[in-house]
């Protein structure tokens, strides 16, 4: 029967695909991230006290492990929003003793982001958002940003249509400034975007 799928059709549908698959306990996880390349990313943040930095995560450790090692060194603090229990049960036990890191079960269906009052400076989005859903993301994530925070959005390299739907919604949305790096990482470009001064806190 799957000889019988078009590329189209899988693309149509692909959402029904991935609720088959996550029930039969499969959920797609992030390419390698290269940790000299991601090493060489978090040198946009500045050397200053108590910095947070947040992670909408469904899936991969590369990232994460990096993330953490970092804010472990600065401390700094670092939550991460899982998007499923796979990705929340195997961050909850690789932090487990880490005590700058906090792993949140998370919906990106939720009304409100921010979690007790906290703001981030740095906000990584590695987790795959639905097209239907990402203005919503955005309007959601710009309250619990500091301004002149930054959001960094992994996206599948090349593609082009999601990169400037991202930047469309980004300017439409009170964040400026956006930056694409496309030379960085083997499979992902990266859209790296400022919270406007003076809007949502």
């Not at 797609?28 to 991230?33: A, R």
């Not at 060489?40 to 590369?62: K, M, S, T």
């Not at 790096?181 to 806190?201: A, R, V």
Request: proline share 4%.
């Amino acid at each position: 029967m799957l000889k019988l799928l078009n590329y189209r059709f899988f693309l149509r549908h692909s959402g029904l695909f991935y609720l088959f698959f996550s029930r039969l306990g499969y959920t797609p996880t992030m390419e390698h991230l290269e940790k000299e390349p991601l090493e060489q990313l978090l040198q946009i943040v500045p050397n200053y006290p108590a910095v947070r930095l947040l992670h909408f995560c469904d899936g991969g450790e590369d990232l994460p492990s990096v993330l953490a090692d970092f804010c472990a060194e600065k401390a700094y603090e670092y939550q991460i929003n899982a998007l499923n229990e796979a990705c929340f049960t195997a961050m909850q036990t690789r932090f487990e003793t880490h005590a700058h890191v906090k792993t949140v079960k998370f919906s990106l269906e939720r009304p409100r982001y921010m979690i007790q009052g906290k703001m981030f400076e740095y906000v990584f989005v590695t987790a795959s958002v639905e097209p239907s859903i990402r203005e919503a993301f955005l309007q959601r994530v710009h309250p619990t940003m500091k301004n002149g925070g930054n959001i960094l959005i992994f996206i599948p390299k090349g593609d082009h249509a999601q990169r400037f739907e991202w930047m469309r919604l980004l300017e439409e949305n009170y964040f400026v400034a956006t930056n694409t790096i496309d030379d960085l990482f083997e499979h992902y470009d990266l859209l790296i975007s400022k919270k406007m001064h003076g809007w949502g806190g």
